[in-house]
């Protein structure tokens, strides 16, 4: 663990602290340009929190090296024991539709072979959820599975496994967000097929890896981060209680 500079904060406390940092700069961004919107305001929240994120964590952990899906690739990360992997903004479109709150800010650390720490900021709604600060599920309401599933573009395949396990689509946002809605038991799962990198994913993962949830490919097989080519195309986080009744639904669709 590099803390020289640092000793106070652990790497759990630096991913929240980056997602904080980054989440009050576009929340600033999206209220100080109100005459931006559309693929100018994605952009320029995009352009700035990927500014701030890589200044924080070359100040914070400089030896590590940073996978952010706003920066180029440095091959250096593949020799690296240490690799940040974050997502400046996950939810353009979201962000850029005011006063949507449904997107959010990813950190994650990876080392070793493992992700050892993550945050999920969801900024406009003031909450960072953190791999070291498990909340205990709540209860599952009687009814049938929720999925969470895109709002305003649900893919085919969701709405097929929906259909299969007989199951309540609850329309969101950004991948973060839905996750995190697994999380905060507002969704029992979160399936994804139709494409996805890293960044996406590692900081939702390592949250909930942290709240005792066992997140996977849609095959099954475990979620492998920091390879050289990061995409990572599909996943599935899934409370306890669903998850079996889920995996047998993916298996009848595969």
Same mark, same amino acid.
């Given at each position: 663990?590099? !803390?020289? =500079?640092?000793?106070? @904060?652990?790497?759990? +406390?630096? &991913?929240? %602290? $980056? #997602?904080?940092?980054?989440?009050?700069? /576009?929340?600033?961004?999206?209220?100080?340009?109100?005459?931006?919107?559309?693929?100018?305001?994605?952009?320029?929240?995009?352009?700035?929190?990927?500014?701030?994120?890589?200044?924080?964590?070359?100040?914070?952990?400089?030896?590590?090296?940073?996978?952010?899906?706003?920066?180029?690739?440095?091959?250096?990360?593949?020799?690296?024991?240490?690799?940040?992997?974050?997502?400046?903004?996950?939810? !353009?479109? =979201?962000?850029?539709? @005011?006063?949507?709150? +449904?997107? &959010?800010? %990813? $950190? #994650?650390?990876?080392?070793?072979?493992? /992700?050892?720490?993550?945050?999920?900021?969801?900024?406009?709604?003031?909450?960072?959820?953190?791999?070291?600060?498990?909340?205990?599920?709540?209860?599952?309401?009687?009814?049938?599975?929720?999925?969470?599933?895109?709002?305003?573009?649900?893919?085919?395949?969701?709405?097929?496994?929906?259909?299969?396990?007989?199951?309540?689509?609850?329309?969101?946002?950004?991948?973060?967000?839905?996750?995190?809605?697994?999380?905060?038991?507002?969704?029992?799962?979160?399936?994804? &097929?139709?494409?996805?990198?890293?960044?996406?994913?590692?900081?939702?993962?390592?949250?909930?890896?942290?709240?005792?949830?066992?997140?996977?490919?849609?095959?099954?097989?475990?979620?492998?981060?920091?390879?050289?080519?990061?995409?990572?195309?599909?996943?599935?986080?899934?409370?306890?209680?669903?998850?079996?009744?889920?995996?047998?639904?993916?298996?009848?669709?595969?």
């Amino acid at each position: 663990m590099t !803390t020289a =500079e640092h000793p106070d @904060r652990d790497d759990h +406390d630096v &991913a929240a %602290h $980056v #997602a904080e940092q980054a989440g009050e700069l /576009l929340l600033a961004l999206r209220a100080e340009h109100a005459d931006l919107e559309g693929q100018e305001l994605k952009d320029l929240g995009d352009r700035r929190s990927h500014e701030l994120m890589v200044r924080l964590l070359h100040e914070l952990r400089p030896d590590d090296a940073v996978l952010s899906e706003e920066g180029a690739d440095d091959p250096v990360r593949l020799a690296a024991s240490r690799v940040w992997i974050v997502d400046p903004l996950d939810g !353009t479109r =979201e962000f850029s539709e @005011r006063p949507r709150d +449904d997107w &959010a800010v %990813h $950190v #994650a650390l990876w080392q070793d072979g493992e /992700l050892v720490a993550g945050a999920v900021g969801i900024p406009a709604r003031g909450v960072v959820h953190r791999m070291d600060r498990p909340a205990e599920l709540p209860a599952r309401p009687d009814g049938p599975v929720r999925l969470a599933v895109s709002r305003s573009r649900p893919p085919a395949f969701v709405v097929a496994l929906a259909e299969s396990l007989g199951a309540e689509l609850v329309g969101m946002g950004s991948a973060g967000v839905k996750a995190m809605a697994v999380v905060d038991g507002t969704v029992d799962a979160y399936v994804h &097929a139709g494409g996805q990198y890293e960044w996406d994913s590692a900081a939702p993962v390592a949250v909930a890896l942290g709240h005792g949830l066992a997140p996977t490919r849609v095959d099954g097989s475990p979620l492998v981060y920091n390879r050289e080519n990061p995409w990572l195309p599909d996943l599935v986080v899934a409370r306890p209680e669903v998850l079996a009744e889920v995996r047998e639904a993916l298996d009848r669709l595969a």
